[in-house]
């Protein structure tokens, strides 16, 4: 199997479909072998339901994997991510906020052998962004990004931890996430420190981005959280 699209949803009925929709067609469209990995992580609509009765093409497997209590996009990407088998295998948000057709700059990367991992970026000098964050969650992304990488250890090299359109080679995605505990928002930055640590290359991509206001992160409401994990894995990987 070529690809493995990963997607963490939470209470997005109104969008599952359309998400399953969008990365079964550029599959079927870039004749890739693939399978659609859904993670409903414990939500309290029909998202599950949705998911499961939404159409794939022929040659695109569709796998829609739910559990009952909400743990955490963390949790829900490193379930959906050890149960992949693409040679290549990527996570995305719901909502499609980046055309899929994106992934072909990351896969080049990988592909070509300049990196083990393909961060989209809506940092870079190349992004197409329609429509950006509030200012609100423009000056918190700043504050988040100084912190990882003052307190953290975070390579400044990268602009954009935290956007979800990732790409990873396949065995590399099921070896650093097979080893990791972060259940909350802060995971990436474990999965960088692990990657960092294990000497696989990280590269960045620009992406064509358009912000979705329908976010199931609060800023505000998860503060603490975030840096309680934050706190949490500096101890697990630094000793520190």
């Known amino acids: 199997m070529d ?19 969008a990365a079964a067609d550029f599959l079927n ?10 993670v409903d992580d414990g939500s309290e609509d029909t998202t599950s339901q949705i998911a499961k009765n939404t159409k794939v093409p022929l040659g695109v497997t569709l796998n829609v994997i739910r559990y ?3 743990r955490g996009k963390g949790y829900a990407v490193r379930t959906g991510i050890r149960q992949s088998t693409g040679q290549f295998v990527m996570f995305a948000d719901s909502g499609s906020c980046v055309p899929y057709e994106d992934t072909l700059r990351g896969l080049e990367f990988i592909r070509k052998g300049l990196c083990d991992i393909a961060h989209g970026s809506r940092k870079m000098i190349d992004c197409y962004i329609e429509k950006n964050q509030s200012l609100y969650r423009r000056i918190c992304a700043k504050l988040f990004h100084w912190f990882i990488i003052h307190y953290m250890g975070i390579s400044s090299e990268y602009t ?19 080893n990791a505990f972060t259940d909350g928002f802060a995971f ?8 960092q640590q294990e000497g696989y290359k990280i590269n960045e991509f620009p992406l064509n981005w358009s912000c979705d206001r329908d ?7 998860s503060l603490f959280q975030i840096l309680k994990e934050l706190i949490i894995i500096k101890r697990a990987l630094s000793g520190k």
């Open 3 to 21: 690809l493995s699209i990963v997607i963490p949803a939470f209470n997005e009925s109104k969008k599952i479909a359309g998400d399953i929709k």
């Open 29 to 38: 469209s870039q004749h890739l072998t693939g399978e659609v990995i859904i």
């Open 68 to 70: 009952e209590h909400h």
């Open 160 to 178: 954009d931890t935290q956007c979800g359109f990732k790409v990873y080679r396949g065995d590399v995605a099921r070896s650093l996430y097979s």
């Open 188 to 195: 990436d930055i474990e999965i960088i420190l692990r990657a």
């Open 215 to 221: 976010s199931r992160l609060s800023p505000s409401r």
